[in-house]
């Protein structure tokens, strides 16, 4: 499985949209991008996904770059109930390897 | 749709012992994958079973091993604890199988196993 890594942590003013990076150079023509994220005591929860197009769902947006190397998680407009672990991970037909994500603070 | 289901929440075992911790996947979900999480490791992927069959495994010694029944729930089991399998157990499950596929697994909150 290809490795991803993410900065370890981040800042977002609450209102303001939350980017967060993510870099999976090794990363091969089927397996796809997957967030998470998790709150504390809680298991990870699935955000979205893709494989090469950007996609969007009521949750976020998931930018992804042309050679597929890295991807952005967009949180449009960032709550304080958004303050979590976000992880980024690849995969096709493999286990699964979580890597050390990006702790998200929202700041009122 | 009920979400995953992990039972029990919290449990507290003695070394040398033996524990068994439940999972029920989302209705229709075939993949049953299991984690492990510690503050130390982050989290470390069990094994994965579909159609009653492990297909993937990850680098965990023999004392963790698991099963899934015809109905797709699923039990993993530890023996001989250690101080060190002290960690949060997680369940996810997902339409297909194969790890990770094209279907996002669905994560429960976890089995919170402490050991003393």
């Known amino acids: 499985d290809a490795k991803t890594t993410q900065p370890p942590s981040m800042d977002c003013a609450e209102g303001r949209a939350a980017n967060l990076p993510c870099n999976h150079s090794?990363?091969?023509?089927?397996?796809?991008v997957y967030w998470y994220r998790q709150i504390h005591s809680q298991g990870p929860q699935y955000i979205i996904h893709?494989?090469?197009n950007n996609e969007t769902n009521e949750m976020a947006s998931l930018i992804i770059t042309e050679d597929r190397k890295s991807s952005t998680l967009i949180l449009p407009h960032a709550t304080l109930r958004d303050t979590a672990v976000y992880y980024c991970?690849?995969?096709?037909?493999?286990?699964?390897?979580f890597g050390t994500g990006t702790k998200l603070q929202v700041i009122p | 749709k009920a979400g995953v289901t992990q039972t029990p929440r919290y449990l507290i075992k003695t070394r040398g012992q033996q524990v068994t911790l439940s999972c029920s996947p989302i209705?229709?979900?075939?993949?049953v994958s299991w984690y492990q999480q510690t503050p130390g490791q982050g989290l470390q992927f069990l094994f994965e079973?579909?159609?009653?069959?492990?297909?993937n495994k990850g680098n965990f010694p023999g004392r963790f091993s698991g099963r899934q029944f015809s109905n797709s729930r699923s039990e993993m089991n530890v023996s001989t604890l250690e101080l060190g399998d002290s960690a949060l157990y997680l369940c996810?499950?997902?339409?297909?199988?194969?790890?990770?596929?094209?279907?996002?697994?669905?994560f429960g909150d976890g089995t919170r196993l402490s050991i003393l």
């Open positions: 996810a499950s997902s339409l297909d199988g194969g790890g990770i596929s094209n279907q996002p697994q669905h």
């Open positions: 090794t990363i091969s023509g089927n397996e796809y």
């Open positions: 893709g494989l090469k």
């Open positions: 991970i690849v995969g096709g037909y493999q286990k699964v390897t």
């Open positions: 209705s229709g979900h075939r993949s």
């Open positions: 079973y579909f159609s009653e069959t492990q297909r």
